[in-house]
């Protein structure tokens, strides 16, 4: 018999949105479909999903991503009405019901909050809701510009901190790469992919390209801190390209792909 886990799914800005800033409905229809469809299996999906800001961005006809913080929350706000419509239609399609939770720096480390926290996705998950999560940036985006209290600070981290709260057994963060390689695969051709990270060292983050280096900073390194905050709950990450949404079926499986970072049992 399949054993059914409780998966947390992350999504990335650039699997919902095209290179010209528009939606890319067939990426949401899809990610939509599968999750449906692993749920229909039997196991307990939560989203986390980034895009308020840049689907708020072509919602409201802007040319480019705001830079004023006010500009950014105002798009946010826009954006994250957007995105909820779309998902609560697609996942809809596929009979499925979808709940809102939108987090902030403070939900997660006041004990209080955390606690009904929990117990909310305790309740949507036993109802057969799928919680579509992500950071309040309408509130939160201050604290993350000025860096005052930076708990969250990008959504890698959050998946992270939801797997946790949600007793996850498995994490997974789709994004614009394969996974992780030994080298960067955009400067190296021969760059090879490494399928499983035991531990997390400094010679894994060197791979990641350093702190401060162009590929490194906000892409690769930020998914290395959410796969160790993961992994110190005993929660698997895998790092895995959306491209391939259908590879979903074969991690619930605990096949190869992508790369896995594998918590200590």
Request: negative net charge; contains cysteine; aromatic residues 4%.
């Amino acid at each position: 018999m399949e054993r059914r886990i409780r998966i947390v799914v992350k999504v990335g800005t650039s699997s919902l949105t095209r290179g010209t800033g528009s939606l890319n409905l067939r990426n949401m229809d899809l990610l939509a479909r599968t999750l449906s469809d692993l749920k229909g299996m039997g196991h307990e999906v939560i989203l986390v999903s980034s895009g308020a800001i840049g689907i708020g961005t072509g919602k409201l006809g802007l040319v480019a991503r705001p830079t004023q913080l006010r500009m950014k929350q105002a798009a946010a706000a826009v954006g994250q009405c957007e995105m909820m419509h779309l998902y609560d239609k697609f996942f809809g399609d596929y009979g499925q019901t979808v709940a809102q939770v939108l987090l902030t720096g403070d939900d997660v480390t006041d004990p209080v909050r955390r606690s009904h926290l929990s117990g909310t996705f305790s309740a949507l998950i036993g109802l057969g809701v799928i919680p579509v999560v992500n950071e309040n940036d309408s509130v939160s985006s201050a604290e993350i510009e000025t860096g005052e209290h930076k708990v969250l600070g990008d959504n890698d981290t959050l998946s992270a901190i939801v797997a946790g709260l949600c007793g996850a057994d498995l994490l997974v963060i789709l994004s614009d790469i394969d996974g992780l390689y030994d080298s960067d695969p955009h400067k190296n051709p021969d760059a090879k992919l490494i399928e499983q990270v035991d531990e997390i060292t400094d010679e894994i983050y060197a791979m990641a390209g350093g702190v401060g280096s162009k590929w490194g900073t906000g892409g690769m390194l930020t998914k290395l801190d959410a796969a160790k905050t993961a992994n110190a709950m005993g929660i698997d990450l895998v790092l895995t390209n959306s491209a391939r949404m259908d590879a979903l079926y074969e991690i619930a499986e605990g096949k190869n792909v992508g790369t896995r970072f594998a918590a200590k049992r």
